[in-house]
């Protein structure tokens, strides 16, 4: 934080390059990211003379989340409220092992507020070809068999995990129609 929290100096790393950056007026803007988090970013760069010194600064201008997480949303929330395309793609589809992965991410997490695409980033890491499709998939499977009460805000999740109930997912109805839509 900088003064008084109005501006933030961040540590960004692109490219596995890590530069700094300042945000000015971040208390106005809503920035709440946390390390480790991504998020597209639109910035200036501006030549900084001081004490003598020249020095290139990078200005944050504006951020969002980064776009294959808010494509893969936004097609997931199309297909979820039957307004999508007639067909999705298998690869977007969870797989048996994602809903083991999210469980055990979010089981020492429960009733703590996360950032959806914190989730989808970290198990992204560990699960190849893992997306905010799947992610809202297995969530939406996970209340429907009442195997977690969720509540999603936005791009914020809160989970409590109703712990000791054994299920098969075929019994998904979200799921069999999800499946029933996949394309060759």
Do not use: N
């Not at 208390?27 to 990211?33: A, Y």
């Not at 914190?118 to 893992?130: D, Q, S, Y």
Request: a positive charge; one cysteine or more; aromatic letters at 8%.
């Amino acid at each position: 934080p900088l003064k008084a929290g109005r501006h933030l100096r961040l540590v960004l790393e692109a490219g596995g390059v890590c530069f700094r950056a300042v945000l000015f007026g971040a208390e106005q803007c809503g920035f709440d990211r946390q390390p480790g988090d991504e998020v597209d970013l639109a910035v200036a760069l501006e030549r900084d003379c001081w004490q003598g010194a020249e020095r290139l600064s990078v200005i944050v201008r504006d951020f969002t989340l980064p776009r294959p997480f808010r494509e893969q949303a936004r097609l997931y929330r199309a297909v979820r409220s039957g307004g999508g395309p007639e067909e999705v793609a298998d690869s977007l589809l969870p797989r048996r092992e994602d809903f083991a992965a999210v469980y055990r991410y979010l089981r020492p997490r429960q009733g703590r507020r996360l950032r959806l695409s914190r989730v989808c980033g970290e198990l992204a890491g560990t699960r190849p070809g893992f997306g905010c499709f799947r992610l809202l998939a297995v969530l939406d499977v996970f209340r429907e068999m009442e195997l977690a009460d969720i509540r999603l805000e936005g791009e914020t999740l809160e989970c409590r995990l109703c712990g000791g109930r054994r299920v098969k997912l075929e019994d998904s109805r979200l799921l069999r129609r999800l499946r029933s839509q996949t394309a060759g």
